[in-house]
């Protein structure tokens, strides 16, 4: 099962302060221990929500609207993406991860293949199947 990690912003991440040289270290340890067990997939940081854009889908009509946004709250400042047995697996990683001061994060299941049912044809199989293998030759040629 795959899972997404989503780092709450604060005020802070949106201020675009960086992260000291110490959580910098704390944190690549943690992350070093999740790759050496197999299950860090992907994981960054973001911009503050002042470089970023919403944009609203409205029938044919697209609305943008520039950062940043008024509730902090329902910002991301970063995420991982791992891949564990089970959902308190990665509940038992993340009650390791070096956070303090109030740090909120939100741990959500990934949709796989499987969970969409029969609406996921065996034509539609295969060409996700195929956009994942092309995805990975891309994102391995810009590494």
């Not at 902090?72 to 038992?92: H, N, P, R």
């Not at 990934?110 to 994942?132: C, I, N, S």
């Amino acid at each position: 099962m795959r899972v997404m990690v989503l780092v709450k912003a604060d005020k802070d991440s949106e201020a675009g302060v960086m992260p000291s040289e110490d959580l910098l270290t704390k944190m690549g340890a943690y992350n070093e221990e999740l790759v050496k067990a197999g299950v860090m997939l992907a994981g960054e940081g973001l911009h503050p929500s002042s470089k970023g854009i919403r944009m609203r889908f409205s029938g044919k009509e697209r609305a943008i609207t520039d950062g940043p946004f008024a509730e902090t709250k329902e910002l991301v400042c970063g995420f991982w993406l791992w891949q564990v047995k089970s959902f308190d697996e990665a509940v038992e990683w993340l009650k390791r991860a070096p956070f303090d001061g109030g740090t909120e994060i939100e741990l959500r299941r990934v949709f796989e293949m499987e969970d969409f049912g029969e609406a996921m044809t065996p034509a539609l199989r295969e060409q996700e199947a195929r956009l994942q293998t092309q995805a990975a030759k891309l994102a391995g040629k810009s590494a």
